[in-house]
């Protein structure tokens, strides 16, 4: 069965480190992976999508990278901040945009 | 800058009993999503809907579920006879048509009682 799995349930990392976040899948042909941000009790917020045919996207102190051998993205936050906190979910499309979320990352940047 | 949002924020309902989840997407966007979250629980897809029919849904979307753009701006999620274990966070999503990357609205909680 298809299987989407988040390195840990939680990561802290002291303010203006980099975090590295994993996601890796199996079972499954993506045509996009995406990152949310997930506050409590809010909904998703796009942050990143990264194409099959794509091996890096960056945006501002984002970047995401795509290995569909290994079947894995990294998600790095550089220069991370305390607001930087929340939980980062993966999720994968094979491109009918019906998304698969994996269970997610809390991250705890320490001032 | 748009935003997709929900109402109720909100909802206690009785087992058994029908409920509508109510969301109004971005304007100019043409694809709308329903997910769950069940407490503690990964986000779940149940259903995407395009040029007034669904496209894609789950297992989960059985026939108790049915969704429904009534006019230009609202899109619903009607639950018929709500179970407890239907109690979760719903999230409304939408996307332009051309794109791939969803925007989440900000959920109403049912809790089933």
């Known amino acids: 069965s298809q299987k989407i799995e988040q390195n840990s349930e939680a990561l802290n990392i002291q303010e203006g480190k980099t975090a590295t976040l994993t996601c890796n899948y199996t079972?499954?042909?993506?045509?996009?992976l995406q990152w949310y941000r997930q506050d409590p009790g809010r909904g998703p917020v796009f942050l990143l999508l990264?194409?099959?045919?794509?091996k890096e996207k960056r945006k501002e102190r984002l970047k995401v990278t795509f290995d569909t051998t290994l079947k894995q993205s990294l998600f790095h936050i550089t220069a991370s901040q305390p607001a930087d906190s929340a939980t980062y979910l993966c999720?994968?499309?094979?491109?009918?945009?019906?998304?698969?979320f994996g269970s997610g990352t809390r991250l705890q940047v320490q001032p | 800058e748009p935003e997709v949002t929900q109402t109720p924020s909100h909802q206690v309902t009785q087992m058994g009993q029908e409920v509508i989840l109510r969301c109004v997407p971005i304007s100019n966007h043409l694809y709308f999503y329903w997910y769950r979250q069940i407490l503690g629980q990964k986000v779940e897809f149940l259903v995407s809907?395009?040029?007034?029919?669904?496209?894609?849904k789950s297992e989960i979307f059985d026939d108790q579920f049915s969704v429904e753009r009534p006019d230009g701006s609202n899109f619903t999620l009607k639950i018929r006879s709500t179970k407890l274990e239907d109690s979760a966070m719903y999230f409304c999503a939408s996307t332009r048509q051309l794109d791939y990357e969803q925007y989440f609205g900000p959920g109403t909680r049912l809790t089933v009682t």
């Open positions: 990264i194409r099959e045919n794509e």
């Open positions: 079972n499954y042909s993506p045509a996009y």
């Open positions: 999720a994968l499309d094979t491109g009918r945009r019906a998304l698969t």
């Open positions: 809907f395009y040029n007034n029919e669904i496209s894609e």
